[in-house]
């Protein structure tokens, strides 16, 4: 089923929130929880009044990052129990904003992952490639390298419930979207990837997204491939009547 997420970085005080919960619940009529699954990933201090506002509604709650200790002296930081207390389901692991603001490396990436999973989080992992990557032909080995790090050491179990995001950094927040055939092709070879470190039953089942500039106007191009389960979305899911037009694509 496909799945989109809203990643709202670090935008929206707690009133804000409160005010696109609102809107967003009053307008997105059509949802049909058995054809898409939408989730709202906002700033830790937004997260009790999201839980709050989407309490009895289909709609889940993400968070933007997670600690891989369970608890500790660690200034500033989150843990898994501080997130499911909320009713926190997903939680955003590696977006390249962390990789390259916060020293996130595949090993730290790797680690967060098996916490997560071990704390009943699911994750949404963000790979993908800078422009100059692009540009040297190495796509397929930055992504093939990420990914073998990433999961390293985890079950084929546990990784089924990894939701993959493929997020070209080039594309994210700049307005240059890849075009869909980019997407439709780094997305296979993600699923290959996964094929050849788990099976071809999992490469086929993991949800694999696309995420970098995503709008209404272009989420329909990317969703007419089958091999896309959906988009991670930055900017265009700030307004709720944008973010409700992208999930609806699919119904
Ligand atoms: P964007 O961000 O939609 O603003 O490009 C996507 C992301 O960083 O997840």
């Known amino acids: 089923m496909p799945i989109f997420a809203a990643n709202w970085k670090m935008y929206k005080t707690f009133s804000e929130t409160s005010k696109f919960i609102d809107e967003f619940k009053a307008n997105f009529k059509s949802f049909n929880k058995s054809k898409v699954e939408a989730v709202i990933c906002p700033p830790f201090t937004s997260l009790s009044k999201a839980a709050e ?39 955003i692991i ?74 070209p950094i080039w594309a994210i927040g700049t307005g240059k979207n890849a075009t869909s055939k980019d997407a439709v092709d780094v997305v296979n070879f993600i699923r290959k990837t996964i094929s050849e470190i788990y099976s071809k039953p999992l490469s086929e ?5 696309y995420g970098g500039s995503v709008k209404p106007e272009n989420i329909v191009e990317y969703m007419k491939d089958e091999t896309i389960d959906g988009a991670l979305i930055g900017g265009a899911s700030l307004e709720a009547a944008k973010f409700i037009k992208i999930c609806e694509s699919v119904l």
């Open 94 to 167: 590696g977006h390249s904003e962390r990789r390259a603001y916060y020293n996130e490396t595949d090993a730290s990436v790797n680690k967060k992952l098996k916490f997560a999973m071990a704390n009943n989080l699911l994750p949404i992992l963000c790979v993908g490639e800078t422009i100059g990557e692009r540009e040297a032909g190495k796509t397929e080995s930055k992504i093939q390298n990420q990914i073998k790090e990433d999961f390293g050491g985890i079950s084929e179990q546990d990784a089924e419930k990894i939701v993959i995001a493929y997020e």
């Open 205 to 209: 089942k993991i949800r694999v997204q």
């Open 53 to 91: 506002k989407l309490a009895g509604t289909e709609f889940s709650l993400g968070a933007q990052n997670m600690n891989a200790e369970k608890e500790g002296a660690f200034t500033g930081e989150i843990s898994p129990a501080m997130l499911l207390e909320f009713g926190v389901k997903y939680v």
